[in-house]
C-alpha cells in the first residue's frame, strides 16, 4: 500500500477503529513510502517497552556523555539489514540546532530512532502527524521533546525579534512558554527552554492518536533538556 492511500485510508473514523482494533495486536510495517502491513499478532515476549525504551535512551545518552559510545548499529549490515524494514524503538521531537543529533547523543544507530527536527522543537501539525506514524504504526515506544541549553529561537522569542520570512511563525510558537514561565526564578532562557519543551508534550499528548496508545500502555511521551556544555540529557517534568 502506498503513503497515498495510506492517507485516504486513515480517516479519523477509522484511524479510531484502527486503533482500537491493531494497537493490541501489533503493527508490521516495511517502511515509511513503501508497502504497509497491518496483521492481528501478539506482542512478541521480548517486545521493548515504553519503560525500557526510555532507559535505552538514557543510557546511550549516559555512555555519550562518558565518551564511552558503543557506535551500535552503525555498520553496513545494519544497514543491509533496515533497508528491507524499520521498526524504531523510540521517536525524538528534537530541535533542528546542528549541536544536537540525535542518533550521536542517544548512541544509537540505523533503525533506531524516528526523528522529527524542527527549530525550538515545536509541535506542527506536520510533525505531530510524524509522530502518530511512528508510534501508530512503526511502533515506536517513547516520545522524548528534546530542547538544549541556549536555545536560539527561545531566545529570540524572549527578545521580541523582528525576524523575516516564516520564521516568526517559530517563535509565535513558543511565546506561550516565554510567558508561562517569566515569574520563575533562576536563568530566564533556561525556564522558558524548559517551558517549552513541557508545552510541547502537552500538545502531542493531546493528539488523539497519541493519548489512545498512552492509555493502553504503549507509549510513553517525556521531555529531556540537553546540556551543550557536558553533552547530558535531563527528564524534564
Known amino acids: 500500500m502506498s503513503i497515498k492511500h495510506f492517507q485516504l485510508n486513515l480517516s479519523r ?3 479510531f477503529r484502527f486503533g482500537a482494533g491493531a494497537i493490541g495486536t501489533g503493527v508490521l ?3 515509511l513510502g513503501s508497502n504497509l502491513l497491518a496483521a492481528e499478532k501478539p506482542p512478541a515476549e521480548d517486545e521493548i517497552t515504553p519503560d525500557k525504551a526510555l532507559e ?12 564511552k559510545r558503543r557506535n551500535s548499529n552503525q555498520s ?14 523510540a521517536s525524538i521531537l528534537g530541535c ?21 527536527r524542527v527549530a525550538g522543537n515545536i509541535a506542527t501539525p506536520e510533525e ?3 509522530l502518530e506514524f511512528g508510534s501508530l504504526v512503526l511502533g515506536s515506544k517513547v516520545i522524548m521533546v528534546v530542547g538544549h ?4 529561537a527561545v531566545d529570540a522569542a524572549i527578545k521580541g525579534a523582528q525576524v523575516p520570512g516564516q520564521i516568526g511563525s517559530l517563535l509565535e510558537a ?15 532562557l533556561e525556564n522558558a527552554c524548559k517551558a517549552n519543551i513541557l508545552a510541547q508534550v502537552e500538545k502531542l499528548k493531546s493528539s488523539s492518536v497519541l493519548s489512545e496508545l498512552i492509555k493502553t500502555e504503549k507509549l510513553k511521551i517525556v521531555g529531556g533538556y540537553y546540556d551543550l556544555d557536558t553533552g547530558k540529557i535531563s527528564v524534564v517534568g
Open 29 to 31: 510495517t516495511a517502511g
Open 149 to 152: 541549553e541556549r536555545c536560539g
Open 76 to 89: 553496513y549490515s545494519r544497514l543491509v539489514e533496515v533497508a528491507k524494514g524499520q521498526k524504531p524503538f
Open 13 to 15: 473514523r477509522s484511524l
Open 56 to 67: 535505552e535512551l538514557l543510557d546511550g545518552n549516559e555512555r555519550f556523555a562518558k565518551r
Open 174 to 188: 513558543i511565546k506561550p512558554s516565554v510567558e508561562s514561565s517569566k515569574a520563575e526564578s533562576g536563568d530566564q
Open 96 to 116: 533542528a540546532d546542528s549541536r544536537v543529533p540525535s542518533e550521536i547523543v542517544f548512541d544509537q544507530g540505523l533503525g533506531d530512532l524516528f526523528v522529527c
Open 128 to 130: 505531530i502527524g510524524s
